[in-house]
């Protein structure tokens, strides 16, 4: 009998990418997903005819508590701040099954402590020595109130917690992130590089196909007894990293390629303040003028996980590429 998946976000960047890299592996499974609209259900289903579509949201709450009992697993790859959905999976999960849930490492921004892109933050988080300070994080960090339901459901869960990601999404809807993407836009838009304050915050990346091979490989470790070698439950935890940047390394770089291309008159990089920061983007100073360090081992070595795609660095002209086309059609 054919393992039943049963995933959330799939329209979305992380979401779509995950469930395309699953399906061109595993066609062999059987694939339920929850989307919004009709339109969308009819451009998932024209991608993958023999998916089973379910139309609703994260308050559809009957819908969620029947597919995730159904399952064997179920991916949430929808909203990581929605805890009234992540309560209905989490108490409609089968003892028997595994929730993979995402979250972000947006809960180890250090702006607090070292404000905002003046300070290279010193504290790097690691997902195996370091994991019970990562799941004991103050309940005021970004996403903990969701991560807290899936750790303390007592469930068979794994929490998988992506970077800054690049790249092309595969999947049926979104293709982009958000962060490199909006930094190449809004380097375009203002004809000039700028980062928040002097730009002196680290964040670690990923490539998105790099970040859906890690999902691949826990829904393989959960169909095996015992969920394989995976670490189901409280110390479930997964960074998905392959290296890290200073965000003002990253806008020079932006800035050089968009001037190379006649984006931008010249490569020079203009400081602004968060408050002229949040004027375009609203959650940019918090992106781009925090530090986020964690290091993933846990998938490296329980999974054997390791990161294939192409570099951060060698991945940016494209990223300026789509930002200069998304732009025209607007």
Known sequence: MSPKIFLTGVTGY????????????????????????????????????????????????ELLSRETANADIIINAANNDHVPSAQV????????????????????????????????????????D??????SLPDE???????????????????????????????????VSWQIPQLAKWTIVHGKGFVVNEGRTYWNHVHVLDLAN???????????????????????YYFAESGEHIWSDVSQKIAEIAHRKG???DDSIEKLTPEEIRTFAPTGHLEWGSNSRGIGMRARTLLGWEPKQKNLWDSLEEEVDMAAEALKKH
């Open 89 to 128: 999976i989490t108490s409609s999960l089968s003892p028997s099954s595994y929730l993979i849930h995402t979250s972000g490492t947006s809960i180890i921004l250090d702006w607090r402590s070292n404000g905002f892109g003046t300070q290279l933050g010193t504290k790097v988080y690691n997902d195996v």
């Open 263 to 265: 984006l931008i008159k």
């Open 130 to 135: 370091g994991v019970s300070e990562i799941t």
């Open 141 to 175: 960090a970004w996403h903990r109130d969701v991560d807290r339901v899936v750790l303390e459901s007592g469930k068979n869960t794994a929490i998988v917690c992506p970077c800054c990601i690049y790249g092309l999404g595969t999947g049926p809807g979104k293709k």
């Open 14 to 61: 992380i979401g779509g990418t995950v469930f395309n890299s699953l399906a061109e592996k595993h066609p062999e499974f059987e694939y339920a997903v929850m989307v919004r609209s009709q339109e969308a259900a009819k451009r998932v289903m024209e991608k993958y005819p023999k998916v089973r579509v379910e139309i609703g949201d994260l308050g559809s709450e």
């Open 214 to 236: 890690l999902y691949v490989k826990l829904v393989e470790e959960a169909l095996k007894p015992n969920g394989g070698k995976a670490t189901w439950g409280p110390e479930g």
